[in-house]
């Protein structure tokens, strides 16, 4: 199973990806695999960041290797001696390669867009992909043993007896979070994905079958979490990518109705995309849809004879995002019938030219009985075997635990917010006033110069 000669990729990140088992460098090359380099890791936030074009290909190959370094450390330096002593288990290191290697394999094109749309969801879909017998990876994993594809894909799902190898690729803290905070805030151009990941190598370790880090490390671990809060605030959410968003939403809600409804407007054939627009799609189906096939589809509904889904492919394909309104939940139904209203007089269509967005990330959280879902939380060992968790010794952490961050936003077409400009004041109905105070109050730090201007 061990290559007679390492392999390795060049990787910007991590300098190199060192690749020692032919297993793993059999799933790279197999082609549902290679499918992930069409597959970008950002979706629309390359309309933003320019340079956040990396695939979910490479991301893949870094959690890989950043599994690959800590299972490297815990065989060396913490080897269980003794069955049930809480330390590594050898046996595990390909089964949590193999896991981080394929924990994003089901994403598909525009992966969050694509999945609210058409019904699919990628953890399960990565799951189906490991077990199913039709594909290359199955076949793979099963020259390793007939239940291997199965283990694997029960890391997925986080049923895994062993939770150390659940934990190593799903946690507040793990190689999967690790790689793409790295990399991401590496090719988007911005310095808030970084922190010293060097030392958190240095000081994690395995402890009574969980994954925890000497309390020396803390700092390493603080950094960790503020980089991956900035990087939620500043990248995942920002405005204009989620903007991308709600016209790419509303652009296949529209190449759904217009395939169902008006079939005689759309020109071009969409072989690869009926399955989901009829609701019947296979697994085939979905390996098939990849970001450069989507991007076809667009240019072609670009000239379309349906207006709305011409102009919604060109919006998309030609960066026009919506432009939105920062709002408070409580205030969001009564500006949301504003900005319907005035969509409606403008002559637009609200299904597709309206959005709403809520973008909220709870950057850290403890264990807490009354949650509905709990995450691992992140634990620190003294040099007395205590186990402390981090928020309990960091206020700087504490500051963040159990506070959910981000906001709620209107979506709509930018130029309805010229047209509303050229209006006097004097003439502006309430819902106009409503929709220019809202856009004006969020860029504004003079509330009352604003509404002395419009009233």
Known sequence: MTLSREKVFRDPVHDYVHIQDKVIIDL??????????????????????????????????????TARRIADKFERSFPSQAEHDGLWDTSERLIALCAALLHDIGHGPFSHTFEEIFNTNHEKLTQLIITSPETEINRI???VSDDFPDKVASVINKTYPNQQVVQLISSQIDADRMDYLLR?????????????LTRILRVIRPFNDKIVFDFSGMHAVEDYIISRY??????????????MEEVLQNLFSRAKYCYLHKPEDMRYPIDFLKPFLLGNWTLQDYLKLDDHIMSNFFAHW??????????????????????????NPEEKTELATAVREVLFDAGYDAQYYFGENSSFD????????????????????????????????????????GKVRGDYRIYFPKELLEDLRTIPADQLNDNQRKVLVAYANERSDDTHQVQQRLF
């Open 28 to 65: 790279i090359n197999s082609r549902e695999f290679q499918r992930l380099r069409r597959i970008k890791q950002l979706g629309t936030s390359s309309y933003t960041f320019h340079g956040a074009e990396h695939s979910r290909f490479n991301h893949s190959l870094g959690v890989y290797e």
């Open 141 to 143: 994993l099963r020259r």
């Open 184 to 196: 991401d805030g590496y090719y988007a151009g911005v310095s808030y994905g970084t922190f010293d």
């Open 230 to 243: 900035q990087m939620y605030m500043q990248v995942y959410f920002h405005p204009v990518s989620r903007g």
């Open 302 to 327: 670009r000239e379309d004879n349906d207006a709305i889904l011409a102009d919604l492919a060109n919006r998309f394909l030609c960066r026009k995002p919506f432009k939105s309104i920062i709002v």
């Open 362 to 401: 709870l950057p850290y959280d403890y264990y807490r009985l009354d949650a509905k879902t709990n995450r691992t939380q992140i634990e620190l060992i003294t040099k007395n075997n205590q186990i402390v968790e981090l928020s309990k010794v960091s206020p700087l952490v504490n500051s963040l635990a």
